[in-house]
């Protein structure tokens, strides 16, 4: 410059009228947008653009186009001046045709009537560049610029060489509806499915070699009960009923017990398997019960008189709220014979439960519907079965109590000086119940702690925040509470609740801090104050795996979190918006680089109802003070009933929800 000094620029007032379109190679002196040229300067003393205009980041080109992997672009090119003046350069971004030729201008700024981005002064020879702002260029799409220098006084007389640039593509776009603000709410009972149990049962006794020889020396499983009587019980394994056996079983089961159930979902599951919820069990295994009877002759020969075969089930039903629950014992009559193979009548017999629980747990006698007492004639075959009401009290000294049920069971016929005994067996390790009074001394309940209970967030009243669980579950390694991957979620109750003091919120601090989506959320984040009670709303910031959880990335590993992150920053980033009335989608944020899908936390920008709407009852029902009874670390799983259809597995995550 002829004075070698800058001259300051002058931009022009906002809202200026944009003159789009103008000659790509026209003079940069045509369309001033870094200020005025001065007339009667030395031509030599111009400044110059380089020649090698670059886009960003990452800065790297595939077939001579710029990668860019955010619509924040920065553009960058070097400047010169003759003069060793400070200069700067005017960025210009056009669309491109079919043949990759410059075709339309893209207003990138208000400041000027040319739309063109001028970056700040720098010295000669180094760089200049500017970053385009978000929402002036769109995912997907390729673009050229070129550059132009000003030193305060002079421009170049022709643009640089142009510089072809393609933003990436989106990664996420999940398409959703409207949200429903009079959606019901989700009936979480729906969701509970049977999770299969294992209980302590004694080993089954190997087969008779013949009729009369005893299955186990006396004492294991036989007892001589007087008058020259033996009696054995033991237990057999489900397989040693036959299909028929097992299917006559369950049918007589289903038949007898669908109005006499403790609760309806059992008699539609299989004889062979023991089942249980969080507060329900039913044990289905039907582990055979064999009775025999054996007589001891004059001459020392024993012979076997008759033997029963039964199949049993057990079912128990918890109370959240009570420490005192009810089990019930069904017994099913599948065989009767003599030492022959024929029909005996060496009885009657009567099987006698005797069920109890430990420690600290009281139980009731048994009430009976049925009579506990067979002809063994082959002609009786009805079912019977005993209620017992038990009290667990151990949570009157501590606030957490084990309790484990014993079930053993007695047998006798006339004439037998004592009953003989068999073993059931115990509920360790599945079956074993839990009673508490950690939310409030004065309400202790009662759950099957080995069940994972299943929470499922409301998706017709507020769809972005369940799609943004749905693909942070799916798509990340960690997946934090899918089922399918047995990854379940860990509870993380408020910070007197826990083993170290930590509070939740905390957490919550790490991924979203306090303002971070009014100062740092995507803008186009959509808000719903029209679906709110005060019409008010704002953007917020919605973080998962939940704060409330070890999966947070925002609970320290030193206190057992398992995907410690520093920021929020390093989560995978989205928003959700309205496309049109009726049509959401969550987004993947372009403004920043692609997810690599080895993330272990997502933060995504949407509605502040329907971000907190969307854990409306939660923990609720599932802390300790609700039906479910979570107490620290017990673990859960989330589900997205409502995206079984979509695909996770591949690079970019498209799906319509609800499926078309």
């Not at 949570?395 to 484990?404: E, G, K, P, R």
């Not at 709407?613 to 589900?639: C, I, R």
Request: hydrophobic letters at 30%; one cysteine or more; aromatic letters at 10%.
């Amino acid at each position: 410059m002829a004075n070698g000094t800058a001259a300051a620029v002058q931009p022009a007032p906002t809202g200026v009228h944009f003159i789009p379109n103008p000659d790509p190679d026209g003079a940069p002196s045509a369309r001033p947008a870094a200020g005025p040229e001065r007339a009667g300067l030395v031509a030599a003393s111009r400044p110059v653009s380089g020649k090698n205009p670059q886009a960003g980041p990452t800065f790297t080109q595939t077939s001579g186009v710029w990668n860019v992997d955010r619509t924040t672009t920065v553009l960058r090119n070097t400047v010169t001046d003759a003069d060793g003046d400070k200069a700067n350069l005017t960025f210009e971004v056009y669309t491109t045709d079919a043949s990759g030729n410059p075709k339309d201008q893209v207003k990138l700024t208000d400041d000027n009537p040319y739309g063109a981005l001028v970056s700040p002064y720098v010295g000669s020879g180094t760089t200049a560049e500017v970053t385009v702002p978000y929402g002036k260029l769109k995912p997907g799409t390729t673009y050229t610029f070129h550059t132009s220098a000003y030193d305060g006084s002079l421009y170049e007389t022709t643009w640089s060489p142009w510089a072809k640039f393609r933003i990436r593509s989106r990664s996420v776009d999940i398409k959703l509806p409207e949200p429903d603000k009079n959606a019901p709410k989700v009936d979480l009972d729906a969701y509970q499915e049977p999770q299969e149990g294992r209980r302590n049962v004694p080993d089954p006794e190997p087969p008779l070699a013949s009729p009369n020889v005893l299955p186990a020396p006396l004492g294991k499983g036989c007892t001589d009960t007087g008058n020259n009587t033996i009696h054995c019980l033991t237990m057999g394994e489900p397989g040693d009923l036959t299909k028929d056996q097992r299917a006559q079983v369950q049918k007589r089961l289903r038949t007898t017990t669908d109005a006499d159930d403790l609760f309806e979902w059992c008699h539609n599951l299989l004889v062979g398997t023991d089942y249980f919820k969080r507060t329900e069990a039913c044990l289905k295994k039907a582990t055979p019960i064999h009775s025999r009877t054996y007589s001891k002759l004059p001459n020392g020969e024993i012979i076997q008189v008759g033997v029963a075969t039964f199949a049993s089930m057990i079912q128990m039903k918890l109370d959240p709220a009570s420490t005192t629950f009810q089990q019930r014992f069904w017994l099913v009559p599948v065989d009767f014979k003599d030492f022959e193979g024929g029909l005996s009548e060496w009885g009657p017999l009567t099987m006698t439960p005797e069920f109890s629980c430990t420690p600290q747990c009281s139980t009731s006698a048994p009430q009976w519907t049925g009579a506990p007492t067979w002809s063994t004639t082959g002609t009786d075959w009805h079912t019977a079965y005993a209620t017992f009401t038990h009290t667990a009290s151990g949570t009157d000294t501590s606030n957490v109590a084990s309790v484990q049920m014993i079930w053993k069971l007695w047998g006798t016929t006339p004439g037998t000086l004592e009953k003989w005994a068999g073993n059931l067996g115990t509920s360790t390790p599945d079956l074993d119940i839990r009673c508490d009074k950690v939310a409030d001394p004065a309400k202790p309940g009662c759950v099957f702690s080995e069940y994972k209970p299943t929470w499922v967030m409301n998706f017709k009243k507020y769809p972005p925040a369940v799609a943004h669980a749905w693909l942070i579950q799916s798509k990340l390694p960690n997946h934090p509470g899918s089922k399918a991957a047995g990854k379940p979620m860990l509870f993380l109750p408020k910070a007197d609740k826990n083993a170290t003091n930590h509070d939740p919120e905390d957490n919550r601090k790490v991924i979203c801090p306090d303002g971070w989506a009014a100062k740092s959320g995507n803008p186009d984040a959509t808000t719903v104050p029209e679906l709110t009670p005060n019409n008010k709303d704002s953007a917020s910031c919605d973080e998962f795996a939940y704060a409330a959880s070890y999966n947070s990335g925002g609970m320290p590993a030193a206190k057992g979190g398992l995907n410690e992150v520093t920021s929020g920053d390093q989560c995978v980033q989205t928003y959700a918006t309205r496309a049109t009335q009726g049509e959401w989608h969550l987004y993947d944020d372009i403004r920043t680089t692609a997810p690599t899908w080895k993330e272990v936390c997502g933060r995504s920008t949407m509605s502040g109802w329907i971000n907190s709407g969307s854990m409306a009852g939660f923990p609720g029902n599932f802390s300790a003070s609700g039906k479910f009874h979570l107490l620290d670390k017990d673990e859960y799983w989330v589900a997205f009933p409502e995206f079984a259809h979509c695909d996770a597995s591949k690079a970019t995550v498209t799906c319509t929800v609800p499926k078309p």
